[in-house]
């Protein structure tokens, strides 16, 4: 086929999960409790169907097979996540060597397939004992994460040289104490401030341990969902919400995690509206001196917003909503599945962005996707035809490679996800893969758009 969109040589072509998305074996391998397994057990009726986070896609029986699938679609990377419950049951002390094992099998049988390990340490999945503490609330918990991520680094950092710390960070900030769509269901914005200033410190901690081992071509950096906050209108107003969401909801940990410190207006709204967290001394240092080698992006719709059209209520509490409204532009491209609109120029947005405002880091899209719900729909001959998500791709990636070849420093890409697998509270309602996977069976097929990422990772373009 001939390649009108050529990528740069070694580009990254692979794709993305989460532990507690995948692995299941929640009650097996000596694995504790994190705050899913506690949630579900809580509340199940609060999870799409009532399907919890016991097996999910069953990767931890089934990661030879999958890694089998991941090369014969071409796939040169993949991003896994360790999850810290399992490694470290009750997140202190002892280590798990079942987990241990089950890592190392996974990492050694992705490198025999000439597949690249990036390894993430935190994806929204706290041991339930550090959450009973406070979780992100709690000084004790950024200590104990540190002490996660050494062992990580000394156990499997002689394979694995791409680390992250963390998975959108801003998500359990978000979830779990401002909107309530994540366990611990708290509504207050200066604890949310809180857990997300102590998941920066956590951060740094975390990027100076690791800079003590000597991992070989080792770079360490944070996975950031960079959602642009696009203006209604270039009224003063507009520009003002936009520029408030953009420091609230991007800033927020790109600041700090790249250039090493936090946007003085941010800071400066804070504490005018008394939600300013509790910090140390020595923590504006060591967040100074622990910026990222490498800088994933997640992007999968914009954020539309413009001026407040009422006053908030004096008597609810503090959120960031009391400076933007929410947007719906008028013949916007929609997901109608998961009611997100499609703009594949916003990858394009980020990536200039990071060129022009953040010394132009080195990055690569760690997440891009298209959940669609009830795919066997379009099930034509045994597979799943899912022309929609391949266009989806393609935009995207014209998109990214117009921003390669205007300079940005972007490695890579990454889909949202190799095969369905288990979303939080949605389950498996919306499915993201590149293989299906049946929820009883747990059998894998390939979808169409299998088989033309296959030829883009072949060609390295399309």
């Given at each position: 086929m001939s390649v009108q969109y050529k990528f740069p040589e070694g580009f990254w072509w692979g794709s993305a999960?989460?532990?507690?998305?995948?692995?299941?074996?929640a009650n097996e391998g000596g694995k504790g409790r994190n705050i899913w397994d506690e949630w579900y057990e809580q509340e199940s009726n609060r999870f799409f169907e009532g399907v919890g986070p016991q097996t999910t896609s069953d990767f931890y029986?089934?990661?030879?097979?999958d890694v089998q699938l991941m090369k014969q679609i071409g796939h040169n990377t993949f991003r896994l996540s360790i999850s810290w419950s399992r490694l470290i049951p009750g997140g202190r002390g002892e280590v798990n060597q079942e987990a241990v094992t089950f890592y190392n099998n996974v990492i050694d049988e992705l490198i025999a397939n000439d597949i690249e390990p990036f390894v993430n340490l935190y994806h929204f999945d706290m041991p339930l004992e550090l959450q009973n503490e406070g979780g992100w609330e709690s000084r004790d918990v950024v200590e104990a994460y540190a002490e996660y991520a050494k062992h990580a680094f000394r156990l499997f950092g002689d394979r694995v040289s791409k680390w992250f710390t963390f998975n959108e960070p801003i998500v359990?900030?978000?979830?779990?104490?401002?909107y309530d769509f994540h366990y611990p269901n708290v509504v207050d914005a200066k604890r949310a401030a809180q857990v997300a200033y102590?998941?920066?410190?956590?951060?740094?901690?975390?990027?100076?341990?690791?800079?003590?081992?000597?991992?070989?071509e080792g770079k360490i950096g944070i996975i950031l969902n960079l959602t642009p906050s696009y203006p209604r209108s270039q009224n003063p107003a507009d520009l003002r919400a936009s520029?408030?969401?953009d420091l609230f909801f991007n800033r927020s940990f790109l600041d700090p995690s790249v250039l090493g410190e936090y946007p003085q207006e941010l800071i400066d709204i804070l504490e005018e509206h008394g939600q300013l967290p509790v910090t140390e001394p020595g923590d504006k240092q060591l967040i100074?001196?622990?910026?990222?080698?490498?800088?994933?992006?997640?992007y999968y719709q914009p954020r539309r917003v413009k001026a407040k059209e009422t006053l908030p209520n004096p008597y609810g509490p503090f959120m960031p909503e009391w400076f933007f409204d929410h947007y719906e532009m008028p013949g916007r491209k929609m997901n109608k599945y998961r009611g997100w609109e499609i703009y594949e120029k916003g990858i394009y947005d980020i990536m200039m962005n990071l060129k022009e405002n953040y010394g132009n880091i080195e990055s690569f899209i760690s997440e891009n996707g298209m959940g669609v719900q009830d795919e066997e729909r379009f099930i034509e001959n045994g597979q799943i035809q899912d022309d929609y998500r391949i266009e989806f791709i393609k935009g995207h990636l014209e998109w990214l490679h117009k921003a390669i070849e205007e300079g940005a420093n972007t490695k890579g890409y990454h889909l949202w996800s190799f095969m369905d697998n288990w979303?939080?509270?949605?389950?498996?309602?919306?499915?993201y893969g590149f293989f299906s996977v049946d929820i009883?069976?747990?059998?894998?097929t390939p979808k169409k758009s299998a088989e033309w990422i296959k030829q883009v990772a072949e060609n390295n373009g399309f």
């Open positions: 999960t989460s532990a507690t998305q995948i692995e299941g074996a029986h089934r990661y030879k097979e359990p900030v978000e979830g779990g104490y401002l102590h998941t920066m410190v956590a951060h740094a901690k975390a990027v100076e341990a690791f800079r003590t081992f000597d991992i070989k520029r408030i969401a100074k001196n622990n910026t990222v080698d490498l800088l994933g992006v997640n979303s939080w509270m949605n389950a498996y309602k919306n499915r009883e069976t747990k059998e894998r």
